[in-house]
C-alpha cells in the first residue's frame, strides 16, 4: 500500500546525505517500531546508526548480515555511495522481499541481496519464522522465548540455505559488519576465521543471551572468539561516552537485547578524527 512508505534522511560523515524511502507494514511488530522512530525523526537503533554512518566513506564495502527489510542496507548504501557496496544477507522470504523492494525503490544496484542464512558452514538449516516478531526469526524455536506466545501455537519453519562470511566476502575487506540474527552471531562468526584473519575495522553483534544459549554458545564464547583475532569489545552507548570497553569479565547489566562492537582503539580514534 502507498501508506507503507515512510521517507527518512540519512546523513552520512564522509558523503553527501540523501533522503530515502523505506517500506514499513504496520501490522508487522518490528516494522511497526521502526516506522513509529523514524516518523518522530528519529535514528532506528541510534547507537549503531551513529556509528555506520560516522565509520563508513565512499568506496567501503558493508556487510549487513540480518538485514530484516533493509534500513541498515539503506543506510550504509548512502555512505559507501554507488563506488562502494553493500552485501545484504536475510533468510526470511518475507522480509527479503521487502529488503528487495526497498532497494529497488531506491536505486541501490550497489547492494547485492542473498536470500539465505549465515552460519559457521555452507548447507542447509531449519528456519524457526516468529509470529510475534518479524525482526525475531531464528534457527532455533522461537517458541520457546517467553514472549513469543503466539509462536508457541503458530509453529512455522522452513528449510533455508546456508552460507558463510568467508564465502560472503570473497577475499574483500569489508570496513563494518553489522550481525543481528537472534543469537547465531557466534556461528557465523566461527565461519569467517579468513575474513577475521583481514580484521576489518568494526563488528557489530546483537548481544541476544537467550538466542545465543539456544544456539549452544553465550556472550562469553562470542567475545572470547574475537580477542583472539586482536578485538577489543565494547558497549555502544546512545550518547557520550559514545564507546565504553568492557575488559575480560566486566558485562552489560541488562535483560535486554543490546549490540556489542568489536573493534580496536586506534579504530576507535578514528571515528573522532
Sequence with gaps: MSDDWVDFPIQPKHSAAQTCRIRLTRDHFSQRLMRETLERGESYEVDTSRLLLTALRPGDLFMDIGAHVGYFSLLGAVAVGPEGRVIAVEANPENAELLSGNLLENGFTHVIR????????????????????????????????????????????????????????????????????????????????????????????????????????????????????????????????????????????????????????????????
Design 114 to 273: 542473498h536470500q539465505a542464512a549465515a552460519g559457521a558452514k555452507p548447507g542447509l538449516a531449519t528456519f524457526f519464522l516468529n509470529s510475534d516478531n518479524d525482526g525475531g526469526h531464528a534457527l532455533w524455536e522461537v517458541g520457546r522465548h517467553p514472549w513469543n506466545k503466539q509462536s508457541r501455537v503458530d509453529d512455522q519453519k522452513l528449510e533455508v540455505e546456508v552460507t558463510t562470511l568467508d564465502v560472503l566476502a570473497k577475499g574483500m575487506t569489508p570496513r563494518a559488519i553489522k550481525i543481528d540474527t537472534e543469537g547465531a552471531e557466534l556461528d557465523i562468526l566461527r565461519g569467517a576465521p579468513e575474513l577475521l584473519a583481514r580484521h576489518p575495522d568494526f563488528i557489530v553483534c546483537e548481544a541476544n543471551r537467550f538466542g545465543l544459549k539456544q544456539m549452544g554458545g553465550s556472550e562469553e564464547e562470542l567475545r572470547a572468539l574475537m580477542k583472539s583475532y586482536g578485538y577489543r569489545c565494547y558497549y555502544i552507548n546512545s550518547k557520550a561516552p559514545w564507546f565504553v570497553a568492557l575488559e575480560e569479565g566486566q558485562y552489560v547489566q541488562s535483560d535486554e537485547i543490546f549490540n556489542l562492537l568489536f573493534s580496536t582503539d586506534e579504530a576507535i580514534g578514528e571515528l573522532s578524527a
